[in-house]
Each structure stands twice: as C-alpha cells, then as structure tokens.
C-alpha cells in the first residue's frame, strides 16, 4: 500500500465513525463559553483548553451551520464561538502517487486532509491588510486556516501560470488545480 493509499484509508476510516454523528438531532439546545481563537487554541470560560485529548474530542463532535457552530452530542446540541476557522493547517507536504502529486495538510489537532475537489483551497484576502488568507476545507462545511509556514510552503510547490495575460500561482493535486494569488499584485 503507497503512502497516499495508507493516509486515504486513515481518512476514510474517520468520517465513516462521525458519519454516525451526523445524522443527531438532540431536542435540548443552547449556548456554551466555548471559543475557538483566530490561532486555533481552545478556550472554556476564557481558560485555554491544557489536554490536547479534550480538544481533539470536541473538535470530532464540532458541526456548521451556515455561520454558526456547534458542539452535538446525542443529547445536546451547544452553539460555540469560533473567531476564524475552527482548525488550522499546520503542515503541508507533497506526495508522489502514481506519477500525480498529491497535497497532504496536517492540522493542530493532527486530523490529514488530502486536497481534492472536495477538500479544496481557497485564497481570500483580508481586506484590512490586504493579505492572503488561505484556507483548506476539511469537513462538513469546516476548515483549516493554512498557516503562514505552510502557505509559504505551498507556494514553493507552486507553478506560476497565466490566464487572459494575467499571471497567477496555483498548486495541482491529484489533477485539481488551485489558484493562489495573483503575481502582478
């Protein structure tokens, strides 16, 4: 089994425990003092979260619904805060599979993402500063904010390009191209 093949079915194997989770739909709603910092850390009552275990745990029963999240557990269903992205993407590498490249994330709580159609990146940017914010869908409606060590990262691994005499950069994995940023800004 090549690499990708292993981290493929690690991922598999996971969404196929929280599809389970998915379909819950507990009658008892509210709120809890629970927040996602812009850096990924946990905060319950604005103490930091000190088991990496706990967070990992919440994060498997986190869900969006369109610009909210919450924590849902069969019993209930807790509205949370989160400031940016409830994850962020870490580390990136590039795996050779069968001649293809690849893109493997790993986010702060150790979860893989292999990009795809479906696990895409995309590239906003911040209208305060007027910098790149990058992002990689994770799951249901959830994603990692790329750090700023992995988005240079990923730019190495990037191919300028152009379009209508534009010129862009963009990083191809497993035969899905993903456009970066602009080179003439």
Sequence with gaps: MSELETILADIKAGEASRAARHDWNPACQGEIDIRIAADGSWFHQQ??????????????????EEEEYFLVTPAEKLRIKVEDAPFIA????????????????????????????????RVEIDADSNTPRPYVHVRDGLDALISRSAFYDLLNLAQEKERAGVGYLSVTSLGEEFELGSTDE
Excluded: P
């Design 47 to 64: 103490r930091r979260f000190q088991r990496d275990s706990l967070v990992k745990l919440f994060a498997g029963i986190l869900r969006r």
């Design 90 to 121: 870490s580390l990136v590498e590039s795996i050779d599979s069968d001649g293809r490249q690849a893109i493997v994330f790993t986010t702060n709580i150790g979860e893989r993402i292999v990009v795809d159609q479906e696990h895409a990146i």
